[in-house]
């Protein structure tokens, strides 16, 4: 699967396994994001295995679960933390991207405008217009 950009910074996709780290780490990642819960599908890797991965690479790895539909406020905020404060380009992963990016848009650390964070979604792939009341 191929990672979607979201912002010059930003890029999101579905889940990766640790034999995917190196790749990524050669399209210039420097933090990845796991927005995926272990167990959501028997045979997905579990975070702690894409952290060692990660880690052994020498990137960065911030792990915020989120259940589809449970984006909490403490889930926006260590969404927005982890992108704002990342020393390079960042890829968060779920379990299709779709809820990494709504939890991007709702976090907003770009201080992008609705309308524009809209497009950036749409323009991805992910029609997300129904999350407008949020932003």
Request: net charge negative; proline share 7%.
């Amino acid at each position: 699967m191929e990672c979607k950009q979201l912002t010059e910074g930003l890029s999101v996709r579905g889940q990766i396994t640790p034999a995917d780290i190196e790749a990524i780490k050669a399209q210039g990642f420097a933090r990845i994001i796991c927005n995926r819960p272990d167990g959501e599908k028997p045979d997905q890797p579990c975070a702690d295995d894409v952290r060692a991965a990660v880690e052994a690479a020498g990137l960065e790895f911030v792990h915020n679960p989120i259940v589809p539909g449970g984006i909490t406020p403490e889930a926006v905020e260590a969404q927005r933390k982890a992108i704002a404060e990342a020393d390079g380009p960042v890829l968060a992963y779920c379990g299709s991207g779709q809820r990494a990016t709504a939890l991007w848009m709702v976090a907003n650390p770009h201080g992008l405008s609705a309308d524009d964070r809209i497009k950036c979604a749409t323009d991805a792939g992910y029609d997300l217009a129904m999350l407008r009341p949020r932003l």
